[in-house]
């Protein structure tokens, strides 16, 4: 596609519930990465796909979170029994190659979570 | 661990007028890429800029340009001819340039930008 997809929009759940956030990348962009954006927080890393590659998980607050990528394209954020402190907006970016560091990300419009 | 720190949460400025952004970051690295990004309402963060630290030579992108300051690790955006349109947050971001593994980007808090016609 011509950017970065990301859905739902929006997404209002119970407390304990869980989620699934999807994020489509640029045809042919080799990296993805997801960052949580909490409320006057800036963005934090959580999870990072490059190809084939094992994902660099080190972001990932809790063992709650998970995430995949399949066939190298869309991706999965999946929050197991969500908690107030997950509402944030979730962002989805992708590159096209991580080697050549110059390149910033492409964003998407990110998914608002409301836990309640 | 690098670390990017934005110390104005919010800032203002009269249209038509011209504005300076601080950002500052802590590195052992010397070799590395720098950037700042826009987010309007609409979420999405657009890329404005991007500076590599190489370089001595400040970039610039018509009414945006950065001071890249190496010795003092400081990255600050001016925007010159302010618009409307201008109003959005503006996250300072770090990238390594070296292969280590670590591909992410490391952002400040931002800072939350007012327009005043």
């Known amino acids: 596609g011509a950017g970065v997809s990301q859905s739902p929009s929006n997404k209002v759940t119970e407390k304990g519930k869980d989620v699934e956030l999807r994020c489509d990348p640029i045809s042919g962009h080799t990296a993805l990465y997801w960052y949580r954006q909490s409320l006057g927080q800036g963005l934090e890393f959580l999870i990072y796909f490059q190809g084939n590659s094992a994902p660099d998980k080190s972001g990932l607050p809790s063992d709650r979170f998970s995430a995949e990528r399949t066939g190298g394209s869309v991706s999965t954020l999946t929050i197991q029994r969500t908690q107030q402190e997950d509402s944030a907006v979730y962002l989805c970016?992708?590159?096209?190659?991580?080697?050549?560091?110059?390149?910033?990300?492409?964003f998407g419009s990110g998914t608002r979570l409301t836990v309640v | 661990a690098q670390t990017v720190t934005q110390s104005q949460p919010e800032m203002s400025v009269q249209e038509a007028e011209t504005v300076t952004l601080s950002c500052t970051y802590d590195t052992s690295e010397s070799d590395y890429y720098l950037f700042w990004y826009k987010q309007p309402p609409s979420r999405q963060m657009i890329l404005v800029i991007r500076?590599?630290?190489?370089?001595?030579q400040n970039a610039t992108e018509n009414r945006f340009s950065v001071n890249f300051q190496k010795a003092a690790k400081s990255f600050s955006l001016k925007i010159s001819d302010s618009q409307l349109g201008d109003a959005a947050m503006y996250f300072c971001?770090?990238?390594?340039?070296?292969?280590?593994?670590?591909?992410?980007?490391?952002f400040g808090t931002g800072t939350r930008l007012t327009i005043i016609p």
């Open positions: 971001a770090y990238r390594s340039a070296g292969y280590f593994g670590n591909e992410k980007l490391t």
């Open positions: 970016a992708s590159s096209l190659d991580p080697r050549d560091r110059s390149y910033g990300y492409t």
């Open positions: 500076q590599e630290a190489y370089k001595q």
